[in-house]
């Protein structure tokens, strides 16, 4: 059984920054490109950040220099730094996976992702 397990969010003032983890289980991430989304309330979810199986990151373009994505495929875990955090940030982040046999598949769109974690959230308040 897959599961994907994010941690990492919290409360946390404008201008700060946190560190989002999401462990998977039940799959092999190299097999997987990994993506991040959100979703705020009374709003749709909407796709943060990628990360493909061959490395190719695109971003979301109001946080593209303010957040990073990372795998570790050893560890089967990817991560989200996220800096300089603004109200409009505040959501549940969802981490994601995608079965891609292209090793630079880079995908945007929700229905292209197979396996979702159930959601940390991230508040940015002052």
């Known amino acids: 059984q897959v599961h994907l397990m994010e941690s990492g969010g919290g409360l946390v003032q404008p201008g700060g920054s946190l560190r989002l983890s999401c462990a998977a289980s039940?799959?092999?991430?190299?097999?997987?490109?990994m993506g991040w989304f959100r979703q705020a309330p009374g709003k749709q979810r909407e796709f943060v950040a990628k990360?493909?199986?061959?490395?190719?990151?695109p971003y979301l373009p109001s946080v593209k220099t303010r957040f990073t994505i990372t795998r570790d495929d050893s560890q089967n875990t990817v991560g989200l730094q996220m800096n300089v955090l603004r109200p409009e940030d505040t959501a549940l982040y969802y981490c994601?996976?995608?079965?891609?046999?292209?090793?630079?598949?880079?995908?945007?769109?929700?229905?292209?992702?197979?396996?979702w974690g159930q959601g940390t959230q991230v508040t940015v308040s002052s």
């Open positions: 994601a996976a995608e079965r891609a046999t292209d090793l630079f598949r880079a995908s945007i769109f929700e229905e292209d992702y197979d396996y």
């Open positions: 039940g799959l092999s991430i190299s097999d997987y490109a």
């Open positions: 990360i493909s199986r061959g490395g190719g990151i």
